[in-house]
């Protein structure tokens, strides 16, 4: 009697670990499958929200490469707004820190690779009735964005969807929520030396503004200590585009500055000089 309460208390046990294993392994097997790894989320990139941390870049150093070329005509060049500012969009104030230049051009600006670059995502989306180009660019630990580009080459062009990709009019329309605009891997990745053409643009339709910002992944920003923008390239390794110029261009970018709106102070979060 007492073995085979014995032996029916063991069969308990042993129903008891299997079951406990199935709940832990099933456990676990949530937790990876809805946190991502780096890996997994550097893959995607979130124009508005998260645009991921890049484990290849680790071992930057943060050296300057100089720009050798312009990456816009200069004679189309307005104002610069340059990087710190706010806007609208997600972040811990409700305004988006932007990390990014604002270059307001008159007429149809032709937009150039200051160095030698390789096309390595984008996205291809339709805005203010016009077709857009959200584009990102590497060399080395350098990485370079450009957005609101309306006429790219044809072989940049060709690198994305013929058809865009989203419809942030149709959205606004529709009353949606706008998502996020999520690049996509360039196919081809498409290689450009130093001052070739990247396309035109007349910029937005009401501003006439296009988007520059430039990374730098052996560089953290003060950004990079705040939990909110430390995985996000945008944030954690912003830099000033400008200073990678030679002293003379260096002078002339930095007479262009103005504010977003003409009468708030210059932003020089990052542009210092």
């Known amino acids: 009697m007492r073995s085979e309460k014995g032996f029916a208390t063991l ?24 946190v991502p790894s780096m890996q997994e989320s550097s893959a995607e990139i979130d124009k508005n929200d998260t645009y991921g941390f890049d484990i290849s870049k680790q071992n930057c150093s943060g050296d300057y490469v100089p720009f050798t070329h312009d990456f816009v005509d200069e004679t189309s060049v307005e104002l610069i707004v340059p990087p710190g500012g706010t806007g609208s969009g997600k972040n811990l104030m409700g305004t988006e820190f932007k990390t990014h230049s604002f270059i307001q051009v008159k007429g149809n600006a032709q937009v150039y690779a200051p160095i030698d670059l390789t096309l390595i995502q984008g996205l291809h989306y339709l805005e203010e009735g016009s077709n857009q180009y959200l584009l990102i660019f590497e060399s080395g630990c350098i990485r370079i964005l450009f957005d609101h580009i309306l006429e790219p080459v044809d072989s940049i062009r060709s690198a994305f969807s013929q058809a865009p990709s989203v419809d942030i009019d149709e959205l606004q329309q529709s009353g949606s929520q706008i998502p996020g605009l999520v690049a996509v891997e360039a196919n081809p990745q498409i290689n450009l030396k130093a001052g070739n053409l990247i396309g035109s643009t007349s910029g937005t339709k009401l501003a006439h503004r296009f988007d520059f910002g430039v990374y730098n992944f052996g560089k953290k920003s003060f950004l990079a200590e705040n939990p909110e923008y430390q995985r996000e390239w945008r944030y954690a390794y912003a830099d000033c585009p400008y200073d990678y110029y030679p002293e003379e261009k260096q002078r002339f970018y930095y007479s262009l500055f103005a504010s977003a709106n003409g009468q708030d102070p210059i932003p020089k979060t990052f542009c210092r000089n």
């Open 11 to 34: 069969i308990i046990v042993i129903a008891v670990l299997i079951i406990g294993a199935g709940v832990g392994g099933l456990f676990i097997y949530q937790k990876q499958k809805t």
